[in-house]
């Protein structure tokens, strides 16, 4: 989804998601979705800090809500290395083909990496649920974490021809977050 709009900033902040969720059957894919609000908006200073403790606040409710009326929520997060974002930073200032993927944000992802690191770990703490747990893929390598995320979702959907044609991935890859993992090396730091 786009920035928000000004009417949008003075709106509830799930307000914008609400339109865009699934009907029975369908299957909806946000890139970040309302998380941004947990990293990226933070991190930036485009939310204040109240803002911020509000979403931390509401969103377990919200999804909550969703999750009882029907909605199956997986959350992922695609954690890289330092050194990897590094390199994918890289490319992108170099590459002519990858120079389309360049944002305003990119030329200080790197030097605000620590603050990007607490704010993730502060966010997965506060809104990892037994009812919508976050599942964390390990994302050096886009190809691996691509069948990693297409194999969880099957699995996840339960899509019985599909997920006996499809291994799990490996626990090493994808795991289940929890708080240790952000101590025992599991999760980028």
């Known amino acids: 989804m786009p920035k928000p709009s000004d009417r949008e900033k003075t709106q509830w902040h799930f307000q914008r998601y609400a339109a865009h969720l699934p009907a029975a059957g369908e299957v909806v894919i946000f890139n970040r979705s309302w998380y941004n609000r947990g990293g990226v908006e933070p991190v930036m200073g485009f939310c204040s800090p109240e803002e911020h403790a509000d979403f931390l606040r509401d969103v377990v409710p919200f999804e909550t809500m969703l999750s009882e009326s029907g909605t199956h929520i997986i959350k992922l997060w ?92 490996s626990s090493e890859l994808l795991f289940k977050f929890t708080a240790k993992a952000i101590k025992d090396g599991r999760l980028a730091d």
């Open 78 to 169: 695609l954690d890289i290395s330092r050194e990897e974002q590094a390199r994918r930073l890289e490319e992108r200032r170099t590459d002519p083909l990858a120079r389309l993927k360049i944002s305003p944000l990119d030329a200080v992802a790197q030097e605000k990496w620590d603050d990007y690191t607490a704010a993730r770990d502060e966010m997965l703490k506060a809104t990892h649920t037994a009812r919508t747990p976050w599942y964390c893929i390990r994302a050096d390598s886009k190809k691996h974490a691509r069948l990693a995320i297409i194999s969880h979702i099957l699995h996840q959907l339960a899509c019985p021809k599909l997920e006996k044609q499809v291994p799990e991935a």
